[in-house]
């Protein structure tokens, strides 16, 4: 089973960029699609991003595509999301997890203790 620490968040102005990291244990985590999601405060949690085993399919939520790239470094068993032109609604704690399919309504595991993005000015 793959286990996940989050990282990289922080507090950035609108229009700023952030790039978190989740590094992942377990030799399997080449085998798995992996996503990130995100928590806002009083809301429920949303599927941000996610791409496969190879990092060759990516696909992003409606409300970041443009802005954010997912990527992976298999060799480092790391996914990353750079976020760029941030908006204070990006702000919330985010969460990655291996995942069965694009939109990951079905998720793999449990969720870390994820990283918190506070976009504001």
């Known amino acids: 089973q793959v286990q996940v620490v989050e990282s990289g968040g922080g507090l950035v102005q609108p229009g700023g960029s952030l790039r978190l990291s989740c590094a992942a244990s377990g030799r399997t985590f080449s085998s798995y699609r992996m996503a990130w999601f995100r928590q806002a405060p009083g809301k429920e949690r949303e599927f941000v991003a996610s791409i496969s085993k190879s990092g060759g399919s ?28 941030l908006k204070p609604e990006d702000t919330a704690v985010y969460y990655c997890k291996p995942v069965l399919d694009d939109t990951g309504r079905t998720s793999i595991g449990s969720w870390g203790q994820g990283t918190q993005v506070t976009v504001s000015s």
């Open 58 to 85: 990516t696909y992003y939520a409606d409300s970041v595509k443009g802005r954010f790239t997912i990527s992976r470094d298999n060799a480092k068993n790391t996914v990353y999301l750079q976020m760029n032109s």
